[in-house]
């Protein structure tokens, strides 16, 4: 398995654990076509999109994009950020002997209602990621 | 767990000082032997008792310094040669300051807190943990002891030294954290890296 699709899978699995399932907060990747429009949701996003250690090895940034109902102020996105918080800031993931996924600081910023749909809120988590292979 | 075996950050990387004042290198400064010193964590505020295996972490680190000792190369003028050899010399003490988010609070010269250890002259055993990850143990007092059920239940690698707690420099700040340089003189050899198995 290539660096790009260990990362997918190791970061995904993450959102499927029982853990993060037990946080009840819907959860689904970007380019995915959802089922329902039930609120609250998220949208992750990995992008492994810096330079890394060796050619092996790559950096990059986890998106997760918030949506809230419109008009009920921040409270449920900073809840469902600390969450995020909780299950990924500073947490080392090791993908097999030699072969790690470490998480940094993470940042919480609102962007305001949804392009797309009048009726969200969208707020964006962004905690930065290093993928590392010996 | 075993030694770190992947790349990564030392984000949980920890300095702990043993806080037994009859504290004395081990004769073999074995793993084992140094992990007898750092059994039991201890708060800022305890007394220092010939118990044993208590320790406290200092906390708030901000940077730690290199590990280990400077190498000191000499050069060796070589006759008939168009260069120099080079031999390893005796190095130089290294110099260790930590710098550290500043709490006073937990650097108050009062009856058994840490920050009288500071400048008491006494010999103390000191821990450098490299973490990348955070032990998963569940005891307060064991979490960062080194035993298995502490730091054994994460990758680690441990270095051990004797040194004395000289000297703590407060860098007030206006628009950053206030910060402090803890200078901790070196008193023995650098042992490790060594790790503790689950």
């Given at each position: 398995m290539g660096k790009y699709l260990n990362i997918d899978t190791r970061i995904f699995s993450i959102f499927g654990s029982d853990a993060w399932l037990s946080e009840s907060v819907k959860t689904y990747p970007c380019n995915f076509i959802k089922l329902d429009s039930t609120v609250p949701y998220i949208r992750i996003s990995i992008i492994p999109s810096g330079i890394?250690?060796?050619?092996?090895?790559?950096?990059?940034?986890?998106?997760?994009?918030?949506f809230i109902p419109n008009g009920s102020g921040p409270k449920a996105a900073s809840t469902i950020a600390d969450k995020l918080d909780t299950h990924l800031i500073n947490k080392t993931f090791e993908i097999a002997e030699g072969v790690s996924t470490q998480f940094f600081n993470s940042t919480h910023s609102l962007v305001g209602t949804d392009v797309d749909n009048s009726a969200l809120y969208r707020t964006t988590y962004t905690i930065p990621f290093n993928y590392n292979e010996v | 767990m075993t030694h770190i075996s992947s790349i990564g950050a030392?984000?949980?990387?920890?300095?702990?000082?043993?806080?037994?004042?009859?504290?004395?290198?081990?004769?073999?400064?074995?793993?084992?032997?140094w992990a007898t010193f750092f059994a039991t964590e201890i708060a800022y505020s305890a007394a220092n008792t010939a118990t044993v295996g208590e320790f406290t972490r200092i906390l708030n680190v901000r940077e730690f310094p290199q590990m280990g000792v400077p190498p000191n190369i000499v050069n060796v003028p070589t006759f008939g040669s168009k260069t120099s050899r080079q031999v390893q010399g005796q190095a130089d003490a290294p110099t260790f300051e930590v710098t550290l988010n500043y709490v006073p609070e937990l650097w108050q010269k009062a009856t058994n807190q840490l920050g009288v250890m500071v400048g008491d002259g006494n010999l103390y055993g000191f821990r450098f943990a490299l973490l990348n990850a955070d032990s998963l143990g569940g005891t307060a007092?064991?979490?960062?002891?080194t035993v298995a059920a502490g730091l054994g239940t994460v990758a680690n690698s441990l270095y051990y030294w004797a040194g004395k707690l000289e000297a703590l420099q407060i860098n007030p700040q206006l628009t950053d954290a206030n910060t402090a340089v803890l200078t901790i003189s070196i008193q023995s050899d650098f042992y490790g890296a060594f790790t503790i198995d689950p």
């Open positions: 890394g250690v060796n050619k092996n090895s790559v950096s990059g940034v986890l998106i997760a994009d918030i | 030392g984000l949980y990387s920890d300095l702990s000082v043993c806080r037994d004042p009859s504290f004395a290198v081990p004769a073999t400064p074995s793993a084992a032997n007092a064991t979490k960062y002891a």
